[in-house]
């Protein structure tokens, strides 16, 4: 009797360990949210309707201006915003959003100038037992014509969210990049922009 209770005391003692150095490693592996993280890569897919025969748009994208808001902690929840060069970076994944679609951009005499502004773009966690990972992206876009006048502005925006027992730093980049992919995507699908846009 004595052994089998020592026995059950030993499994105890062994399960707590396991389970303290479990904790341990998922705080060892898990990201601390909020901050600021690289600038992920912006994941455009290749559209099923695209253009069999390239489309060619005599427009040049401008690199996207930066015009996110510092973000605060009033919320109560823990914000992480990507950073570098995310004007250049947001440009280029809209050059391939119209590539992904059939249409190439080709700048040439009285050509129109697309120009953005990144509004937001950041992650957001709200914890729990299994924590909540959310993404934004938010644009604002106009065509400028070949008289340097706009001839068409929208807004687009796209959004991620999923569920990790443990958020890695490459969760969050990924989550980023999924949002803003849809932002872009959303644009490059607006009719009324490529037909603004001088052919």
Request: aromatic fraction near 6%.
């Amino acid at each position: 009797m004595i052994n089998f209770l020592s026995r059950i005391h030993f499994v105890r003692i062994g399960c707590s360990v396991i389970g303290a150095g479990a904790l341990l490693f998922m705080s060892a592996c898990a990201k601390t949210t909020g901050g600021e993280v690289a600038a992920p890569k912006i994941p455009i897919v290749q559209h099923k309707m695209a253009y069999p025969t390239p489309v060619l748009l005599n427009a040049e994208i401008s690199s996207f201006q930066d015009s996110r808001p510092n973000q605060n902690s009033s919320s109560g929840k823990s914000v992480t915003m990507p950073v570098g060069e995310v004007g250049t970076l947001v440009s280029k994944a809209a050059e391939q959003a119209f590539k992904k679609r059939g249409m190439e951009l080709r700048g040439a005499g009285g050509m129109s100038t697309i120009r953005g502004r990144i509004i937001e773009w950041s992650a957001t966690v709200d914890g729990g037992a299994l924590p909540v990972l959310g993404s934004v992206a938010a644009l604002e876009v106009e065509v400028v014509g070949p008289e340097g006048r706009p001839v068409y502005t929208s807004s687009y925006e796209g959004t991620r969210s999923s569920q990790f027992p443990v958020i890695s730093e490459s969760d969050i980049q990924e989550s980023l990049g999924i949002a803003m992919a849809e932002a872009l995507e959303k644009m490059a699908d607006d009719r009324m922009l490529t037909s603004a846009i001088s052919k």
